[in-house]
């Protein structure tokens, strides 16, 4: 398998002059029409991230991780050239998101002051010791008086800020946030306009569902977000609301659409631009904040996502973005432009090829629904040949499979000769809000039928072998792999990653409950019926599908004790399994050798078990 240099931010200064990026923690900065690079280093060669311009153009901020188990970080500025770059602070804890001000005298961050780990769910858990009691590390946003270097912690004590977005004047910001454990309440945050000089925190919306990207508008009188049923932080997707600043009547502005609008920017004081997943693809759109008018800017089955917060009105119907563009059959680079038509500025994957095959966009009908998901065809593709499938499910649900490049997920089951399925089903992405809902109290229903009618229409329209059929997943993936083995014997093999095996013993274990009342409708204290007819556990006596099960020993979102159940019920069922527990992991794996080791005992445990079928 080829090895990607990984580009992990881009962000367009707001002339639209310049462009700085990522490539593996190392920042670079160009003329976004090409030609000469600088690369910026800071002393000690740290590792950098979160880069931000200055309203002016002149400026961008960036942080440094310093070495260490426990977080601590320096925060940076340097010239927009990326010379000069100069330290401003030096903190321990976890620090994130720096965003200028308007006339770039401060700089806003948002901190958790001795946090003991990288912030954030997916992240690799602090385990339990000693006296367990309910006190967490709050994310306060902080300001860095550029001229002094004097820091400030603004927001209160006893509050976690999510996302922020300065006000045009300065004086203020927009922001989501929550009381309590940080990790949880995201599920539950509401949008609040903060005093920048004194903390003043007032309450502007409470949405109904999740709410995520605040932007304030140009001329300071309206907050445009993201609304919408999502199941993780950082997975977004939903409606495109508006709200005054100050509060009052909130508009959707995206009813009917057929997508899910996912990153936004004001084009001008009356008209926002939009990422969208839309039918497994990807396009940017405008809204009218007048009037709701929808007009399509770009669509295609690339990958396109913009970074950043900078996208650039250059003229009255023309956006400019920076973006990491990218397909299942081309690397990742990095281009800039006006939507549609950008222009490439690196190269730095450009000897790669790819070691698997043809990825197609498929439809399929499950009843009235019309589904939707990626196949990839097997290396070397010969028609007249059988081949084994593998249904890859993703994880959210709230998410989406997208036809992009990469070592992992489909490929790898490609280059070893498979078919590889990444079902859409109900409850993902790219059909608009009715579709992602489409899977409250109803796990392991629709859904699943939708996946299982997938099967079937690609085992009618290619040469698949039905004896040598596996499934896998991650998460929500994950969950279904271990739900679809109680439900068919279908499956030669299963490799379930992170699963959720049992509602009532996950309710009590995991650290982001709050993410399933939306789902459920209730606590499973509260409704315990609703879970349990989703519950693998309820039906394992089922299972007769040898399960290899992954997890990372330090998982909050999914605890490594559902895994642990799922597996001792399966040997003591006779069924042929195998747990794999990968220590200092969280839900999210950050060792490259654990990612690779994970991989390869997924594809060595299809390739033992296909060559078992009858």
Request: hydrophobic content about 40%; some cysteine.
């Amino acid at each position: 398998m080829p090895h990607t240099k990984r580009i992990g931010e881009v962000a367009l200064s707001p002339d639209g002059s310049r462009v700085a990026y990522l490539v593996d923690d190392k920042l670079t900065v160009t003329s976004s029409s090409g030609g000469s690079s600088q690369t910026i280093a800071v002393e000690g060669d740290l590792p950098l991230r979160n880069v931000a311009w200055s309203a002016d153009s002149k400026r961008i901020a960036f942080i440094a991780d310093l070495p260490g188990d426990i977080p601590s970080a320096q925060i940076w500025t340097a010239a927009a050239d990326g010379s000069a770059p100069v330290k401003h602070a030096e903190l321990k804890g976890y620090v994130q998101a720096p965003r200028f001000s308007s006339d770039s005298s401060k700089l806003a961050i948002l901190f958790v002051e001795g946090m003991p780990r990288v912030a954030g769910p997916l992240q690799p858990m602090t385990p339990l010791a000693g006296v367990v009691d309910q006190k967490s590390f709050e994310q306060r946003i902080a300001t860095i008086d550029l001229s002094t270097d004097h820091f400030t912690q603004v927001t209160p004590a006893d509050i976690y800020v999510y996302e922020y977005d300065w006000t045009p004047d300065g004086k203020s910001w927009a922001a989501t946030a929550a009381h309590g454990n940080g990790d949880a309440n995201w599920w539950i945050a509401r949008l609040y306009l903060i005093n920048a000089g004194t903390g003043e925190m007032r309450e502007i919306y409470k949405p109904k569902l999740q709410l995520a990207d605040p932007r304030v508008s140009p001329d300071g009188q309206n907050v445009a977000f993201i609304e919408g049923l999502m199941s993780d932080e950082g997975s977004t997707g939903g409606d495109i609301y508006l709200v005054p600043i100050g509060g009052g009547a909130v508009r959707n502005l995206t009813p009917e659409i057929k997508a899910s609008p996912y990153a936004l920017a004001w084009a001008a004081p009356d008209r926002l631009t939009f990422a969208e997943d839309v039918d497994g693809s990807f396009g940017f759109a405008s809204v009218s904040a007048k009037d709701g008018v929808i007009k399509t800017l770009w669509a295609g089955e690339e990958l396109a996502r913009p970074a950043g917060t900078a996208w650039v009105s250059s003229a009255p119907n023309e956006v400019t973005t920076a973006v990491v563009r990218q397909s299942a059959s081309t690397p990742p680079e990095v281009w800039a432009g006006p939507i549609g038509n950008w222009k490439q500025l690196t190269h730095i994957n450009a000897d790669l090829k790819p070691a698997w095959g043809e990825t197609r966009n498929v439809h399929w009908m499950n009843g009235t629904a019309r589904v939707q998901g990626w196949l990839m065809l097997p290396k070397d593709y010969d028609p007249s040949q059988k081949y084994p499938l593998v249904v890859s499910v993703h994880g959210g649900p709230s998410a989406a499979c997208a036809p992009q490049w990469g070592e992992h997920g489909l490929a790898p089951l490609s280059a070893m000769g498979y078919f590889a399925l990444c079902p859409n089903p109900r409850g993902s992405y790219g059909q608009g809000e009715a579709f992602t809902q489409g899977n409250v109290k109803d796990f392991g229903g629709g859904d699943y039928r939708d996946i299982m009618a997938g099967i079937d229409a690609m085992v009618k329209q290619y040469p698949i072998d039905p004896k040598r059929i596996g499934i896998r997943g991650h998460s929500y993936g994950g969950y279904m792999t271990m739900w679809a083995e109680t439900q068919t014997r279908r499956f030669a093999a299963a490799v379930a990653g992170a699963g959720l095996s049992d509602w009532l013993s996950y309710y009590g274990l995991n650290d982001i409950d709050e993410w399933m009342i939306p789902f459920f409708g209730a606590s499973v204290y509260d409704d315990p019926a609703v879970y349990a007819k989703s519950d693998p556990m309820h039906f394992v006596k089922a299972v007769k599908t040898p399960t290899l099960i992954l997890v990372g020993d330090r998982d909050g979102e999914v605890p490594m004790e559902q895994s642990v159940e799922w597996w001792h019920a399966l040997a003591t069922l006779h069924v042929p399994t195998k747990l794999v527990v990968y220590p200092n992991e969280g839900h999210m794996f950050i060792k490259p050798g654990d990612t690779r080791d994970y991989s390869l005992r997924s594809l060595e445990w299809f390739e033992e078990w296909f060559a078992k079928a009858p």
